[in-house]
């Protein structure tokens, strides 16, 4: 993928929820009702948070699917970026379920032992493993269905990125996200004020955009490389 495409793919993913967010802010604008008003910003403070949590989906996953395009050596990137492509070997050697030739038939129960074996088998193709394609798999990206600082910072490391670099909007987020639970939990049955819709607007309106940016430049400096 160029760097082209990817701007124009995050940017489409950007746009699109973006107008929805603006459509439905339309909607509470015409009605005549204040109360009405307040009610129907319930519905879209929940909105703004599903929103978020979904760009900050597609925004990681569509970092890791096109570093995966660009056909790179697990020697080539970034510690974290290589760990993220191999995490399914890593997933199998915790489990420790692969039974060792050696000693599938004399200790076939002995986890420990069989775990022992992958490890080792691990370390003498490691120079196998350095020469590994980089294909960081689709369900690695995991934003937990509840995005907020920490899912941040995690999904930031996991990904070789410095994994404070989104702190500036933590405020605003964990806001989001605590008045998300607070609508989900019957409070605000009376709606929420100007002064608060107004207020949480803005913050959507700084994660996406930061967001957006992040990952842009992550992209197009190359911050999946080594040497970077």
């Not at 930031?156 to 990125?161: D, F, N, P, T, V």
């Not at 709606?191 to 819709?197: C, E, N, R, T, V």
Request: hydrophobic share 35%.
């Amino acid at each position: 993928m160029t760097l082209e495409e990817f701007q124009t793919e995050l940017e489409l993913e950007r746009t699109w929820r973006e107008n929805d967010i603006r459509f439905l802010h339309n909607l509470q604008e015409k009605l005549s009702s204040s109360k009405e008003r307040e009610q129907l910003r319930r519905s879209i403070i929940g909105m703004h948070y599903a929103h978020i949590e979904g760009f900050s989906y597609f925004a990681f996953s569509l970092y890791a699917e096109s570093i995966n395009e660009l056909n790179l050596k697990c020697k080539e990137v970034k510690p974290a970026i290589a760990a993220a492509s191999m995490h399914q070997i890593f997933s199998t050697l915790r489990k420790g379920e692969k039974k060792n030739p050696l000693f599938k038939r004399s200790l076939p129960d002995d986890k420990k032992l069989h775990q022992a074996c992958q490890e080792i088998d691990f370390i003498e193709n490691i120079n196998q493993v350095a020469e590994k394609k980089v294909k960081i798999p689709k369900e690695f990206i995991n934003t937990e269905n509840n995005v907020g600082p920490n899912v941040l910072r995690k999904l930031l490391y996991q990904m070789g990125l410095n994994h404070t670099d989104l702190d500036s909007i933590s405020s605003d987020l964990s806001r989001l996200l605590n008045i998300r639970n607070d609508i989900a939990h019957g409070k605000y049955k009376n709606g929420i004020s100007d002064k608060d819709y107004e207020s949480f607007k803005a913050c959507f309106n700084t994660i996406i955009s930061k967001l957006s940016s992040l990952i842009n430049t992550a992209f197009s400096q190359k911050h999946y490389l080594l040497a970077s």
